[in-house]
């Protein structure tokens, strides 16, 4: 079974960092491209970014470039959304989301993480 | 950036009405389009993908149309457990998505 399970819920303070993680299982994870997708309340659902972990190649929506960094952990499935300074509008639900086809970057995604819950308050 | 506005924001129903909603693309994406199913704290479902095929495993009492700026999805008979949130998401170029239509319970 094709699965991404992402890490728990995280409470940070303001200037924190922090790194969550997509675990994937039942397929080569080098051959599909990952996106991470944050939704809020008031802006419903923003494409981040997206990676091929085969390559470790990241692209960044510009309303998140220079915001997060997103990487891949091809020994052991995982790719991994990360902040070096939280803010207080980081505060969000997060998913990571498999590309559907295979080595195919522009195309719906098809198997979704359970999401991670960031909040970020003082 | 492409921007998706759906309509209606909020749509109340009942258990066996057909429903539709759509969603209008600010630039022609031909049919690279597709809907997905939000529940509270479950992973979003990818429904339909290229505007009208169907996920496998999806209920065929959905369907989607279009092409171009204006697309819509609809549910033939509204089952109890279709009440939720749905977004449309374009990938003709990079990714965006919808602000969403609520189904609720009439």
């Known amino acids: 079974e094709v699965q991404l399970v992402q890490s728990g819920a995280e409470v940070k303070k303001p200037g924190e960092s922090l790194k969550i993680s997509c675990e994937v299982s039942g397929y080569s994870f080098p051959k599909y491209w990952i996106a991470w997708v944050r939704q809020t309340s008031g802006k419903g659902l923003e494409w981040m970014g997206i990676?091929?972990?085969?390559?470790?190649?990241?692209r960044y929506s510009p309303s998140f470039r220079g915001q997060v960094t997103i990487s891949a952990d091809t020994s052991i499935n995982t790719a991994y959304l990360q902040w070096s300074s939280l803010k207080a509008s980081d505060t969000a639900m997060y998913f990571c989301?498999?590309?559907?086809?295979?080595?195919?970057?522009?195309?719906?995604?098809?198997?979704w993480g359970q999401g991670t819950m960031v909040t970020v308050s003082s | 950036d492409i921007k998706l506005t759906q309509s209606p924001s909020t749509l109340s129903a009942s258990v066996g009405d057909r429903v539709s909603f759509t969603c209008r693309a600010s630039q022609r994406i031909d049919t690279w389009l597709a809907w997905y199913q939000l529940k509270p704290g479950k992973a979003p479902k990818l429904l339909i993908y290229k505007a009208s095929a169907l996920e496998s495993g999806v209920p065929s009492r959905f369907s989607g149309s279009g092409s171009g700026t204006e697309f819509t999805l609809s549910i033939s008979s509204l089952q109890p457990d279709d009440f939720a949130t749905y977004y449309c998401q374009q990938y003709y170029t990079s990714w965006t998505f919808g602000q969403g239509t609520r189904v609720e319970i009439k």
């Open positions: 989301a498999r590309v559907s086809t295979k080595e195919t970057l522009w195309d719906a995604f098809n198997i």
């Open positions: 990676i091929y972990p085969g390559d470790s190649n990241p």
